[in-house]
């Protein structure tokens, strides 16, 4: 699911058009919609937060925590962490938050069955509890506390992430889960007689849920410099139309 970048960009010129505001560039466009895709991707973990303070099982606000949660769960990702040459793991480049940290715990055995003494290699992803550094200089004195392959731990600092097993450092093995940025938006197009053409192999829709499409013409309308008045009627006619259009379907 994703929302077409060509479709936002002809809506937004469309109603432009009628209001007569004038024309909106490419480029413009290209900035626009970046910064409305941003505005609405981060709108969502501040929903999240003010609904999580919610007292209740509100069945109102329960439906609206799943819509949200729906819409986050297109920017999950799992990828490696890298090592450099700092002695530091790094985020992937397009980490927006950060999940949990796994480890690759890899365990060497001899099988009995089929073939005997046969060298079996079998390796369990395990989460990383997270720590302080000091927090880490205490357990790692207790033999009981410690960390362990199968029970690592990870400090963060503003150099990167240390993560720790049974002996020492980890350097091997570790990826993350994280919720990604979304990708930036471009309309491509090529200059034909002075005219720009879309060019879909150039061009990148919006990584937001479908349901966004009103939202982001919306935003980029406000940028673009519709008054609120202007867009508060969009909004109602757009409304209306997708009224008409539920009750033609039924």
């Given at each position: 699911?994703?929302?077409?970048?060509?479709?936002?960009?002809?809506?937004?010129?469309?109603?432009?058009?009628?209001?007569?505001?004038?024309?909106?560039?490419?480029?413009?466009?290209?900035?626009?919609?970046?910064?409305?895709?941003?505005?609405?991707?981060?709108?969502?973990?501040?929903?999240?937060?003010?609904?999580?303070?919610?007292?209740?099982?509100?069945?109102?606000?329960?439906?609206?925590?799943?819509?949200?949660?729906?819409?986050?769960?297109?920017?999950?990702?799992?990828?490696?962490?890298?090592?450099?040459?700092?002695?530091?793991?790094?985020?992937?480049?397009?980490?927006?938050?950060?999940?949990?940290?796994?480890?690759g715990n890899t365990v060497t055995s001899k099988s009995l069955y089929p073939t005997p003494n046969t060298v079996v290699n079998t390796?369990?992803?395990?989460?990383?509890?997270?720590?302080?550094?000091?927090?880490?200089?205490?357990?790692?004195?207790?033999?009981?506390?410690?960390?362990?392959?199968?029970?690592?731990?990870?400090?963060?600092?503003?150099?990167?992430?240390?993560?720790?097993?049974?002996?020492?450092?980890?350097?091997?093995?570790v990826t993350c889960n994280y919720i990604k940025k979304p990708a930036e938006a471009a309309w491509g197009y090529q200059m034909v007689?002075?005219?720009?053409?879309?060019?879909?192999?150039?061009?990148?829709?919006?990584?937001?849920?479908?349901?966004?499409?009103?939202?982001?013409?919306?935003?980029?309308?406000?940028?673009?410099?519709?008054?609120?008045?202007?867009?508060?009627?969009?909004?109602?006619?757009?409304?209306?139309?997708?009224?008409?259009?539920?009750?033609?379907?039924?």
């Open positions: 699911m994703a929302v077409s970048v060509d479709t936002v960009y002809q809506r937004v010129l469309a109603i432009l058009n009628k209001e007569q505001r004038g024309y909106v560039t490419p480029q413009e466009f290209n900035l626009f919609a970046n910064q409305a895709q941003l505005d609405i991707f981060e709108q969502y973990f501040y929903d999240i937060n003010q609904f999580g303070r919610v007292p209740g099982n509100d069945t109102e606000f329960s439906d609206m925590l799943n819509i949200l949660n729906e819409k986050i769960n297109l920017f999950e990702a799992n990828g490696a962490m890298t090592y450099n040459a700092s002695f530091y793991w790094q985020t992937p480049a397009d980490l927006y938050r950060l999940g949990t940290i796994v480890y390796t369990t992803l395990v989460e990383a509890e997270r720590i302080n550094y000091n927090e880490y200089l205490m357990i790692n004195q207790s033999e009981y506390l410690k960390p362990t392959n199968s029970r690592p731990v990870f400090v963060a600092s503003t150099s990167g992430y240390k993560v720790y097993g049974a002996a020492g450092e980890l350097i091997t093995g007689y002075g005219e720009a053409l879309y060019d879909a192999t150039t061009s990148v829709d919006f990584g937001l849920h479908d349901s966004e499409e009103t939202e982001l013409v919306i935003k980029v309308l406000g940028f673009a410099g519709l008054s609120t008045k202007e867009i508060q009627m969009y909004q109602v006619a757009n409304s209306m139309e997708v009224q008409t259009s539920q009750q033609e379907k039924q």
